[in-house]
């Protein structure tokens, strides 16, 4: 079993900015691709951003690619999400979620939210602007 936390979201100004954590607990949190999504009212969960095992390669949706950086720090099993020059069309309950297998079966669909084993309860990023 693996168990997600989310915690850092909040209420920020348009142009600022957040960092998100994700803490997991359970000893395969190192061979696990980790994604960060986020639902809006009234849409569909929408892929933010994703990162390999090894921390080697990560994916944004294009987005929020050039102001939002997903790494991780296995030693610590946390994942982050740091935003920056937010806009009100990110406001969002952000999920992370982890994928087991894609270690062991060497393919990664990083941008499909079926492809994950665990997902966290959530936490609200709300830009005013």
């Known amino acids: 079993q693996v168990q997600l936390v989310e915690s850092g979201g909040g209420l920020v100004q348009a142009g600022g900015s957040l960092r998100l954590s994700c803490a997991a607990s359970g000893r395969t949190f190192s061979r696990s691709g980790m994604g960060w999504f986020r639902q809006a009212p009234g849409k569909e969960r929408e892929f933010v951003a994703a990162?390999?095992?090894?921390?080697?390669?990560?994916y944004y949706a294009d987005s929020v690619k050039g102001r939002f950086t997903i790494s991780r720090d296995n030693a610590k099993n946390t994942v982050y999400l740091q935003m920056n020059s937010l806009k009100p069309e990110d406001t969002a309950v952000y999920y992370c979620a982890a994928d087991r297998e894609a270690y062991y079966s060497g393919s990664y669909y990083y941008y499909d939210p079926n492809e994950y084993d665990y997902w966290g309860q959530g936490t609200q990023v709300t830009v005013s602007s």
């Open positions: 990162i390999r095992w090894s921390g080697g390669s990560t």
